[in-house]
């Protein structure tokens, strides 16, 4: 799941990325695989985590937690980015009629 434009650069490696966030560096594997979220990448290939990135991963563990398998998961998250969306479309309506 590509990530809102808000994205920043991906500086942290899969094993320190895994470990701020309490997971296996195959559980990240897997979440890319499954489209969940998309680490930067060096030029060699490397994958890099992003603050935003280890937010995603917060949010899939907790709604493991509830849970949800790993397609509800991304059904949340794909929500939730639409909803973003949304609220940022709505602001930029609101304040153009306040001009």
């Known amino acids: 799941m ?3 434009s808000g994205r920043v650069t991906g500086v942290y490696a899969i094993s320190v990325a895994a470990e701020l966030v309490g ?10 695989r499954k489209g969940l979220l998309e680490p930067g990448r060096t030029v060699g290939g490397t994958r ?3 603050e935003q990135d280890l937010l995603t991963l917060r ?3 907790t709604l ?3 849970g949800l398998n790993l397609a509800g ?3 949340v998250l794909e929500l939730e980015s639409a909803n ?5 479309e709505l602001a930029a309506v609101r ?3 306040k001009r």
């Open 2 to 4: 590509a990530q809102d």
């Open 23 to 32: 997971m296996g560096q195959q559980n990240l594997r897997l979440y890319e």
């Open 48 to 50: 890099l985590y992003s």
């Open 59 to 61: 949010r899939i563990s």
């Open 64 to 66: 493991l937690q509830e």
């Open 73 to 75: 998961v991304r059904a």
């Open 84 to 88: 973003r969306h949304l609220e940022r």
């Open 95 to 97: 304040a153009r009629r």
